[in-house]
């Protein structure tokens, strides 16, 4: 899965695009930090986790640094940079030398992108957050929605954790979860974490065993973090993971998830043993339903799809989901705002471990 640092470096790249709107950007605006996280996932269970930063010019030319665990092994392979090219509709393709590595979606003000793996064998999708802002521990403050995708490695076994993160403001997070576990399902777990957010908005958390690095958007709505960054041996191995958080609220209803959302996500099929990932545009009636569309990367194959589904929003802003022909309830969260939309699970027995990441204007 080495291939998987020269998405880094593309990922990042495209993320310094902020297409979308009238038309192309200026190359001026492709400058800055991001910061980076993927996962990535091949049939056989493999599973890496990679994050770091980004460097753009504002010209051409894009720097990276990161790290990666690859099922355990956490390595900094060395820098990269990759070209891009960016639609008018804020759609990009990243890639090298004439091969197309990645394709997604950038928001207009270029704060964050999401992007999927193209290449048959390794499934994929990452989040890129600009940092931007000044951020301190209590950007982090009250209840969170909490979804993730990983791999408890020594068995191993493909693995979503679901639920609820409450933060201090100020170093510490307790989270209530479940968790499903390639179809068996769980819940009522507890654990408690301390956390760092520095003033540009990069995070730690932090266990007794596990240490994740990533970032959060201007105002805390939504944050990231990927590692284990420790790497075996630890008391308990050192799973890959990638956690996403978005803000809890009150007053929300259906209607507040609405819209056209560009939409990346990963699962796993563990009685077919294929790993999928996917890029599209999600579309909320506002009324309960909801159709998703674009490009799956799944069983070695890129091709079409789509489908529909059905949702409701609670009035904090959980939401339940289930997809036409299936009993999954996937559990998500969507912002106070409706930017932002994170799901995984699902909660039902024998349902995919999913995670999904969505963002819209």
Known sequence: MARWMMFLAALSLAACGGGGGGGPLPASVFVGQYSIAFIALEDDRDMEVAWGTGNADGQSLLSITGSEN?????????????????????????????????????????????????????????????????????????????SSFGSERMTPVVTTIFGTATFDGASATQWSVGLNIEGTTSGGAGLTASYTIAPDGTSTLATASYAYEGAWVPGGDLGFVGGDTIGEPTASGSDPFLFVFARRSSGLDDADFAGTYRIVGIEYNATATIASSFFGTLTSDSMGGLSIS?????????????????????????????????????QGTISPDGRYFIASGASETDSDPVLWIAFRD
């Open 70 to 146: 690859d099922n355990g092994t956490v390595t900094s392979p060395p820098d990269q940079s990759l070209e891009f090219a960016i639609s008018a509709d804020g759609t990009m393709t990243v890639g090298q030398g004439g091969s197309t590595f990645l394709s997604g979606a950038v928001r207009p003000d270029g704060g964050i992108a999401v992007l999927n793996s193209i290449d048959p064998s390794q499934p994929g999708i990452a989040v890129l957050i600009r940092r931007s802002g000044t951020y301190s521990a209590a950007t982090a403050t009250g209840l969170y929605g909490l």
């Open 294 to 330: 674009g490009t799956q990367n799944a069983g070695g194959m890129v091709e079409a799809f789509g489908g529909t589904g059905s949702y409701s929003v609670a009035g904090d802003g959980a939401v339940e989901l289930d997809r036409t022909g299936r009993v999954e309830k996937i």
